[in-house]
């Protein structure tokens, strides 16, 4: 027996000898966030050369190296889809979308639209038709021409006509109507809106397919095009436009791609771009194995969260990785109020009346506002990774209002007042409505979201710091979700929405009255508007009828404020974003609206690494 | 011909088993609150109508037993239906059966060849020195769970870059030699195996052990010892014999564990086996997907026990006259 107790000590001393700690804990990660922040200038626009009769795209960035390979990493479990038509998840929506590209792009530093597939487009004065001008000359990857045909094609036999993923045809959908698509000549398209509509010209960001290889598949119908291009179709037999081809996908390990030789960007050497021979996408079940693959040198890039960043800031000198930040996501994190005063079919109320009171009243609204510590929240809870969030706009999108998004520190007193102000008093630390109610209700999260959890435990300290009862419920993810969308018997709410830097039509369905997640007033049954909901209504309308840029920010600059005063969601604070990607690459310009690799064509490998 | 029969027999007998299994299971997933729609319905660029195709493309707007019917008509035609991502759940159980089986049966003839003498060894050489070695190395076996052990590993592959973190093959694999993709699987399979075959050795080589160790003590090998026959041929041919007899039942059992008995570890080692794959899908509520893996463990399990039995009836004498 002694002989035994000798021998598991041993083995239990070389265990513990072989968990060693490293991880710094003098680096906070909010000292790294101001380290991390650091100023370049983006490479001019790419503009257009005529080489031989050939429209080509030529890149203004750095001139570089050709070949290598970029491995980078996504989490999951891996593409469902190779059809940018019906990818429907993120990582579907990235894998396809690298092969096709769009007539349009979205410019990294400012987010405007600027030509990429078409050479050049105009906007009629009427703000109703566009025109595109292709490229002369450029082709597919199997050597066929890239013309209006496929254009036309693309659009109205696919988006238009609801084949796949049907969400770029919702957006585009005006008052029930569709756009009409029409080839001028072999190199010129016209769409026309039957008004004018705003977003309509960022949705041209949408892949197009090669006429040839997809009109078969449309042929064929809904059934057959939902399987086309899947994850099962030989690699070869993809046509594409984008700077890299699919090569090799292994289920559940990786996606390769390689360079697409006939791809229409060149450098200022009039070389044919991409510098990089190949793409890898590894495919990694959880973030912990994703850190684990980067620290053991097999994946080039990596989004840290959390605690991470401390430590890998400090090894950040001597390593081969350099650390980008971001600044703060189009994630948004936030304590909806359920203003709903409607009932069941039982005709039962789906809030009780009194609490109705409460929380249809601005003055409690307010006040829950001003108690909330929101640096607190991105402190402890973000590990000094986000930034206190006051608008519906997030805070890197072009259109937020920065006046607003200054926002303000808490402030215990001033939500007393406003408490006092409708009649809360509070007797023996205990809060009661002028009725002489006990203030008292639920918090609902979703259980499993730990960031999620915690924050609901920092707001109920900091509303029983009023005197008010919060009684936190993390619930299953699908059963809160039914609750907000379906069956609105929930008090508070503390919920995360991701919306778009570049386009804030995209949030009607929260913020329209009728909106499927009109979430603080869902409409499962018929209710009066209140006043600035109508109001909000016709802001949005307005804006998305507006073209130019300045018009529409003044209408959404006023939407902003509306949602400020009235509070019917209050927002705590957006994640900040924060990448490590390693040295040896060059023509690394991370964007806030656009990541770091956006620019896959033009990014290359040093020389001598 | 009385095999023949009794096989026919054992196969009926699943009918209605498979039957139990299947009902149990969809009615527990589908009844579950898990929604597989959530995750669109917080989205706020999905418009209703989007929605409402969903909700019909997956059959969710029917009552529940209708969905039943349909799922049980196209199973025993052998069609597995559709992910609800949309794929073939043939094609994705196809992609990943070969890797699980790559694993497990690596693992269970590693265990085997290895566990059996092993266990002999403890057995013949009861209180030993060698036996109490091992005695002290298969608890530990048993004792650490296989999750920790296989993070362990992996810290160590991490610190020491001898071995990939997780996987089946690199990134450029389609690129090398024969030889170099037979290195390449190797120095990716060598953790997950060695985590697996650790546990399940330990297990088969105390079983081993004590089996033989019951019959060694039995009557007829001490008269096989008096009536003077050598060592050797008393543990061969006499007690080993019917020592085997419940590891045969054993057997039956690592059938079935073929392919769903690594799902811990190829979780851990994101092995791109079933494990991973039917963990999310059970998490999504892709219901096609749960069902075809759960009907595939149950014939499994039900085939396992059914090749053990017919072996049975092969090696031991006393349950052939039985039949």
Redesign the interface.
Known sequence: MK??LI??FI?SLC?VS???KDTAEDVTSKNVISQTVETFEFPPVAKTVTIDGVDYLQSQAEIGNFGGEL?SSTI??GP??FNPF?A??ATSDTMASLMYDGLVTSRPDNGEVVPKLAKSFTISPDGKVYTFYLRKGIKWSDGKPITADDVVFTWNKIILAGLGN??TR??VMIDGQLPKVEKINDYTVKFTTIKPFAPFLRNLTTPIAPKHVFENAVNKGEQYF??FL???TPPKEFVISGPFKL??Y?????V?YERNPNYYMINNNNEKLPYLNKL?F?I??DLN?EI??F????IDIISLRGSTVGKYKEKENKADYKIYNLGADTGTMFVAINMSHGKDKNGKFFVEPKKQLWFNDKNFRTAVDWAIDREGIVNNIANGLGKPLFTAESLNSIYLNKELAKGHGKDREKAVLYLRKSGFYQKDGILYDRFGNRVEFDLYTNAGNTEREAIGVMVKQDLEDLGMKVNFKPI????L??K??NDPQWDMTI?G?T?SPLEPH?????WYSK???HLFNQRVVEMPLFPWEKELDRIIDEASLKIGFNDRKKLYDKYQEIIYDEKPIIYLYSPVRVVAIRKKFGNIYPSELSGVTYNLEEIFIKEGQ | MQILKYILKRILQTIPLLIIVSLISFFIIRLS???PL?EL??N????????Q?ETERLGLDKPIYIQYAKWGKSFIKGDLGYCS????VS??LM??IPNTLLLTSLVIFMTWVVGIPLGILAAVKQNSLTD?VLT?LTS?GMAIPSFFFAI?L??????T?WF??????S?N??EMSLLGKIGDLTKHLILPVTVLFTISLAGLQRQMRANLLDVLDSDYVKFARAKGLSEPVVIFKHALRNALNPLITLLGFEFASLLSGAALTE?VF?Y??LG??IL?AVLKSDINLVMASLMIGAIMLILGNLIADILLIITDPRIRGGQ
């Open positions: 002989k035994v021998l598991v083995l265990l072989c968990i060693r491995i999951g479990e469902k889809t019906n429907k998840d049907t969400s919702d957006s939902d399987s899947g994850t099962t090569k090799e292994v289920a559940a390990q990786r390769v890898v590894l990694v079940g194995n684990l693959k620290e053991a040198g097999e299953e993810f699908n059963s979700v039914n907000l969308v919920m929405l919306g995209g949030g009607k369905n929260v909106g499927s997640l | 609150p898990v929604d959530a319905k917080l706020p660029a999905i418009s209703q109508e989007t929605l195709k991502t949309g794929e073939k094609d994705k992609e990943r109490k002290v530990i362990l992996l810290i160590f592959a991490v610190k870059g990939p973190v997780g996987g089946l093959t990134y694999f389609a979780y994101q791109p086996g991973r794959l999310e």
